[in-house]
């Protein structure tokens, strides 16, 4: 894949009309049978150019874990504003770190082959990061090789970045994500403290991680209320978090000489971006534009990766079948986690089956017939590569190449 020059991208964007859209994604693919998985060439390049736009000159991480293809993260790599790899396990960073020069762990490791295999060679050990958040992870490195059989292995300290409201009474709310158990500056200093006195390990980053507003819709379809709350919780997160993060970033800072300190998501740019102390944004999600980032006022990604299904029955009027269409979304079981019917317009799950493992049947299909197909959207970005060998790349209204996803290589990380 080539992408063209992200500061020049056409401001046409044909996926706002959709009766134009998806039919011309399956005149290009006829020739191949579904399930397929398509990336439109033209809206991928325009998602990673407003993804910097809204960056405002920091780099942006690509985090893997939301494109497992290794063709566009290479390819990403190749263009000024796209610096580095925000890999989800250590195996995979080892893969990576073949033809990306930087490339961090987002999750701690205990994966012992993969950590002898970077502790005993030297330019592996100079390009991956690990990341860490108690002396446990250390300890973990240690347990397979001592530091005088080793290289020194490069860390990434991880700060929460969850908000912590005080409620009445002793306790305090938890909203965001469990990781790090590293919430305050001084247990940052603490930990870093340690590292430094460790032997056989250079803390060279931060991170922290604002899953409350990066990866929550801000503005839910259908919800004005919950949109309202949400972002009355998301704004007063933010200002907590920027000023706890500035003073956990000095503090470290004062042990060891970070080289970067990573934050953010695509949900969260913007204002993982307003944080004077954050030097690199991770994204990966809005690359491809999967439905679960639809619902957010500041941005507005194009639906670049999409798969389509053929229908195989018409059991009743009104009703068309598809094949398959089970590719359910990780995170809490709800709706919003379930494939979205993109096209034909009107299309829309039958309640009582929903996504099936082998068929899923739809109603408002319209003349849909036996060997039509639908198109979908999957409610992750990455996770829909765990399902395809493949990407028909679709450029100019034609398939210009495939790319192999993981899964195609024969990689199944997690």
């Known amino acids: 894949m080539k992408l063209p020059d992200l500061r020049s991208v056409p401001a046409d964007r044909p996926w706002t009309r959709p009766e134009a859209y998806w039919p011309a994604l399956t005149a290009a693919t006829l020739h191949l049978d579904p399930p397929l998985a398509v990336l439109c060439q033209e809206a991928l390049a325009w998602n990673a150019a407003d993804m910097l736009r809204r960056a405002g000159g920091k780099p942006i991480r690509v985090a893997s874990k939301s494109v497992r293809v290794r063709g566009v993260v290479e390819e990403l790599m190749k263009h000024d504003g796209y610096h580095g790899v925000l890999a989800y396990t250590l195996p995979e960073a080892l893969w990576l770190a073949e033809t990306v020069d930087d490339v961090v762990v987002g999750y701690p490791t205990t994966h012992r082959e993969a950590i002898r295999r970077l502790a005993t060679d030297e330019s592996l050990a100079g390009r991956v990061t690990l990341m860490v958040d108690s002396v446990d992870h250390l300890d ?73 507003v990066a990866g929550l819709a801000d503005a839910p379809p259908g919800k004005p209320v919950r949109g309202a709350a949400i972002r009355r919780i998301q704004r007063r997160s933010v200002a907590e978090l920027h000023g706890r993060r500035a003073e956990a970033v000095a503090a470290v800072r004062g042990v060891a000489d970070l080289e970067f300190v990573n934050g953010g998501g695509t949900g969260s740019i913007d204002s993982t971006a307003a944080d004077g102390s954050v030097t690199e944004i991770a994204a990966g999600s809005g690359l491809f534009g999967p439905h679960l980032f639809d619902g957010y006022r500041s941005f507005s990604p194009a639906p670049a990766a999409a798969f389509a299904l053929s229908v195989v029955r018409r059991p009743a009027p009104g009703i068309a079948t598809l094949m398959g269409g089970g590719w359910i979304a990780s995170g809490p079981a709800a709706p ?40 979908l959207r999957h409610t992750k ?34």
Request: aromatic share 6%; net charge negative.
């Open 140 to 212: 973990a490195v240690d347990a397979v090789l001592s530091p005088p059989d080793r290289f020194p292995v490069r860390v990434c300290l991880e700060l929460d970045a969850s908000w912590r409201p005080k409620l009445p009474g002793p306790v305090r709310a938890h909203i965001g994500v469990r990781r790090s158990p590293v919430h305050s500056p001084a247990e940052a200093r603490a930990l870093a403290e340690l590292i430094a006195a460790r032997r056989g390990f250079e803390l060279v980053g931060m991170m922290a991680y604002e899953a409350q």
């Open 381 to 414: 970005a990455g996770e829909l590569s765990e399902h395809v060998n493949e990407f028909a790349v679709v450029s100019d209204d034609a398939v210009a190449e495939t790319l192999p996803t993981y899964r195609g290589e024969g990689k199944a990380f997690l």
């Open 336 to 375: 919003d986690r379930l494939p979205e019917v993109a096209w034909p317009a009107g299309a829309r799950m039958v309640g009582s089956e929903m996504a099936g493992e082998v068929q899923t049947p739809l109603t408002g299909v319209g003349n849909l017939g036996v060997g039509d197909r639908a198109w």
